[in-house]
C-alpha cells in the first residue's frame, strides 16, 4: 500500500533498442548518480497495524523549511537548503566561498488514511510521521451465487 511509484518500462524491436544503446552511451550524464543521491534523502517506513511510521534522514534542516502535504492519494515531504557559508583572511580576500541550495523531494502513494490525523516532528534531524489508517469500513465480499 506504501510505496514509490514504479516506472513502466515500454517494448521496442532490436533495431529501436540498439539505437536507444548508442544514443544513451554518448548523451549519458556521468554526474547522474550522484545528483539523485544528492537530490533525495533516506527514509524508513514502517507499518502497524493502526498506523504507517516514517522516519526521514534531514540532517541541518529546520522545521520551517520542511514542507508535508498529502494530495490523495501521493504524501509528499519537500525540504528546502538555502546555506552559504564564507571562510575569509584578515585581508577580506575571500578564500573559499561555498553555497547550497537545492529541493529535496520524496512522493509515497499511500491510500486509506485519516489525513486530518497525521502528525509529524522533528528531533536530531530525524523527521517523524506517524500517518493513521482509516478504520476498516467493513467491506463485505460478495459471494456469486449457483444458478443451476
Known amino acids: 500500500m506504501f510505496e514509490l511509484m514504479p516506472f ?8 529501436g533498442q540498439l539505437m536507444r544503446t548508442f544514443q544513451d552511451t554518448f548523451n549519458e550524464d556521468l554526474f547522474a548518480p550522484f545528483k539523485s543521491s544528492m537530490m533525495s534523502f533516506k527514509t ?7 498506523a504507517y511510521l ?3 534522514e ?18 509528499t515531504i519537500k525540504a528546502v ?6 571562510v575569509e583572511d584578515t585581508d577580506q580576500h575571500i578564500v573559499r566561498k561555498e553555497r547550497h541550495y537545492g529541493e529535496y523531494v520524496r512522493k509515497f502513494h499511500v491510500q486509506n488514511i485519516a489525513e486530518d490525523q497525521i502528525t509529524a516532528s522533528l528531533k536530531d534531524g530525524i523527521l517523524k ?12 465480499r460478495i459471494q456469486i451465487r449457483d444458478d443451476n
Open 58 to 75: 534531514l540532517p541541518g534542516f529546520q522545521k520551517d523549511y520542511i514542507e508535508i502535504s498529502y494530495e490523495g492519494p501521493y504524501l
Open 129 to 140: 510521521l506517524e500517518i493513521p489508517k482509516q478504520p476498516d469500513t467493513g467491506k463485505k
Open 44 to 50: 524508513d517506513v514502517k507499518e502497524t497495524e493502526s
Open 54 to 56: 516514517v522516519e526521514a
Open 8 to 15: 513502466g518500462k515500454r517494448r521496442e524491436d532490436a533495431f
Open 81 to 86: 537548503r538555502k546555506e552559504s557559508s564564507n
